[in-house]
């Protein structure tokens, strides 16, 4: 059974609701986002009785947990619900438990409700290579430092003390990123920094060691490399998007082809390894994205209970691993640096050709 997303919730008033649930509710174009959102609730248990409530007013944890469902269940593993915590204890066909989190723009940052045209159209743009992507990469640096250091403590100091939690049972923090007005243009490149240490320099386009980033706006350190020893041994790996968003309802829509009333296009960035390094993915329903496009496993070499790569070998879900110095990356198609998704009307021809000079750049 699907959960009612869009009922009225007598005690939560429209001011209250957020703007992003509003547009899913109210907008007739959305048809087919909306239906690929309530199937990835299809047998979703509320076990706190709050979380429509919760994807109403603040929407965007609640949403990850969908997706997060849909994923596991797609890819054939069943989840106990007996216990309201962590998010998913995942029973087959290995043993997992995973806690949701997400980062979200600081308290005194720039709010999404600001979003111009300037800020639609800059997508077309190759971040790398703008002279605010450091402090872009920094912002996002903290903020999933933030987010992630947060469910960690609240493992050590009380999940890891339930009965039910079998502490050989490897334990995976999921994260999604939120953490700026125009998210989705990070890449994986924050979690390579935050986790092992590696920073992207978009001057040298080369990834460097470091042990820390300054917090922007100050002379605060913030300490990286979570994963360079034994300090997060409790955590088995970092499952990571920043690309969870409504562009990822409306290329599943897209790529169903489930609605007449679709209005946009969406284009993937794809990361090559080879010449050309970025491709452009049109997507369509002969052309499709995947669910778990878009999605990165970080794996923690020092982990007390590893995790297997082979948990995932089934999904497009992209797997890192850095051990002895050496940056390993695999997976079962080109992972999504970024997507773009607009209105068909304002997406002419000479767009793509803007789109792939920008990322394709000598």
């Known amino acids: 059974m699907k959960l009612d997303l869009f009922n009225k919730i007598a005690d939560i008033p429209e001011d209250k609701l957020h703007p992003k649930f509003k547009i899913l ?35 965007h ?4 947990e969908f997706y997060l469902y849909r994923f596991f269940i797609d890819s054939s593993f069943q989840i106990d619900f007996n216990h309201n915590r962590p998010d998913f204890m995942i029973t087959s066909p290995v043993e997992i438990n995973v806690e949701a989190v997400v980062s979200n723009i600081k308290q005194d940052g720039r709010p999404e409700s600001t979003r111009n045209f300037d800020d639609i ?11 605010n992507y450091t402090e872009l990469l920094n912002d996002s640096i903290v903020r999933n430092s933030n987010a992630i250091l947060y469910k960690s403590n609240k ?7 339930c009965h039910w939690i079998n502490q050989n049972t490897p334990f995976i923090i999921a994260l999604s990123s939120y953490d700026n007005v125009n998210y989705g243009r990070e890449y994986y490149y924050p979690l390579l920094a935050l986790l092992y240490g590696l920073y ?15 917090k922007p706006g100050t ?3 913030i300490p990286v490399g979570l994963f360079t020893d034994s300090q997060m041994e409790h955590i088995s790996a970092i499952l990571f998007s920043c690309t969870v968003t409504f562009g990822k309802l409306t290329s599943l829509s897209i790529s169903q082809n489930n609605s007449e009333l679709q209005m946009n296009k969406v284009i993937n960035i794809r990361n090559d390894y080879e010449p050309p390094f970025y491709k452009i993915q049109e997507v369509s329903d002969q052309n499709p994205e995947e669910l778990s496009d878009g999605l990165f496993i970080f794996h923690n070499p020092y982990a007390k209970n590893k995790l297997s790569k082979d948990i995932f070998k089934n999904t497009n879900v992209f797997q890192i691993t850095f051990e002895n110095k050496r940056l390993e990356l695999a997976g079962e198609n080109l992972p999504i640096v970024t997507r773009i998704n607009l209105n068909k009307n304002l997406f002419p021809d000479i767009l793509l050709t803007a789109i792939d000079l920008n990322y394709n750049w000598k």
């Not at 493992?155 to 003390?161: G, H, P, Q, R, V």
């Not at 992207?200 to 300054?214: G, P, Y």
Request: hydrophobic letters at 35%.
């Open 219 to 221: 002379s605060s350190p």
């Open 61 to 64: 944890s609640s949403f990850w």
């Open 200 to 214: 992207f320099n978009s001057n040298t386009r080369k990834l460097e060691v470091i042990s820390e980033v300054t």
């Open 155 to 161: 493992y050590i100091a009380s999940y890891s003390k």
């Open 121 to 131: 159209f800059e997508i077309v743009e190759n971040p790398f290579i703008k002279e």
């Open 25 to 59: 509710r109210d907008s007739i174009s959305m048809d087919g986002e909306r239906k690929i959102l309530l199937d990835w609730t299809d047998g979703f248990i509320d076990r706190d009785n709050k979380i429509v409530s919760e994807f109403q007013t603040t929407f």
